[in-house]
Nanobody
Framework: QVQLMESGGGLVQAGGSLRLSCAASGRSFSDYAMGWFRQAPGKEREFVAAIASSGWRTAYADSVKGRFTISRDNAENTGYLQMNSLKPEDTALYYC????????????????????WGQGTQVTVSS
């Protein structure tokens, strides 16, 4: 198992930027594919972005493509989500998640395939 802790959330005006971090501890972070998900009040948790354990493959939800960038630093056991051009509809609790991967190119956009989750960090975008 790997333990995850998100940080970097906050209140920002529309058009602004935030960078979320996901610090991992426990087992080797470089063995885990990672994803970012978000959940707004009254809505289901939805996929935002994912990255393979190697960092060589990424995927994004259509709603954030071109605005958000997922990355990771395996030497620092940390994942990131750079969010630019933020919109009020991006307001949500953002979670990072990890899943052990035996291949360096595996990633998943399905929240049910992740078994390690952080507690979440709130992102609020004002109009």
């Amino acid at each position: 198992q790997v333990q995850l802790m998100e940080s970097g959330g906050g209140l920002v005006q529309a058009g602004g930027s935030l960078r979320l971090s996901c610090a991992a501890s426990g087992r080797s972070f470089s063995d885990y594919a990672m994803g970012w998900f978000r959940q707004a009040p009254g809505k289901e948790r939805e996929f935002v972005a994912a990255i393979a354990s190697s960092g060589w493959r990424t995927a994004y939800a259509d709603s954030v493509k071109g605005r958000f960038t997922i990355s990771r630093d395996n030497a620092e056991n940390t994942g990131y989500l750079q969010m630019n051009s933020l919109k009020p509809e991006d307001t949500a609790l953002y979670y990072c998640a990890a899943r052990y991967s035996s291949t360096i190119y595996y990633l998943s956009t399905n929240r049910h395939e992740y078994d390690n989750w952080g507690q979440g960090t709130q992102v609020t975008v004002s109009s």
